[in-house]
């Protein structure tokens, strides 16, 4: 990215966004959107310190959102000449956590949908005992209208993720020192 990008959000992802950003506090995902794409400058700041190799740009991700610990979301831009909105999201979190949450924006829309946040899509255990999804219909309505042909349940999304990028956890750790 260069200084003058593009820090807008994709319209179906800002719409969710504007909905989460409602939610917080109000349920139990932790899952915190920002109101634009980290700056290039915030992004290589960030992914040097995470991976601790001050070699590395960042330039692969756009990073849209945080968990209350500090774990980043972003698209990866993993597949090349391919449109922001059909990259994979990715989770890279606080203590060394990292998986692709999502093949593509479609997917992550239905994901946040049914209840679940990035980091309880890499790690899909219970934050504490009483801790349930919920379909929020509001995000269900965005997710059909930008992403109908992608319903899957949260499962599905994140095994069919995790089948597309077997490789991503081995990719960023080989960048880490």
Known sequence: MTTTEDH????????ALAVRLKRIGEDDIDFEPYDSFLSAEETTDWFQAWTGNDEVTGDEFRVF???GSGGYVAFW???AGRELVEQPVVFLGSEGETGVVAQDLAA?????ADGYGPGEAVAPHAPD?????RLDNDLAAIAER???????SV???????????PDFDDTIMELCR
């Open 8 to 15: 807008r959000f994709p319209a179906p992802l800002a719409a």
């Open 65 to 67: 959102g945080q968990d």
């Open 77 to 79: 831009l993993a597949r």
């Open 108 to 112: 992550f829309l239905w994901l946040l």
């Open 129 to 133: 005992p009483d801790w349930t999804p």
């Open 146 to 152: 930008f992403g109908a042909d992608r319903r899957a």
């Open 155 to 165: 499962l599905e999304i994140i095994a069919q993720a995790a089948r597309e990028f």
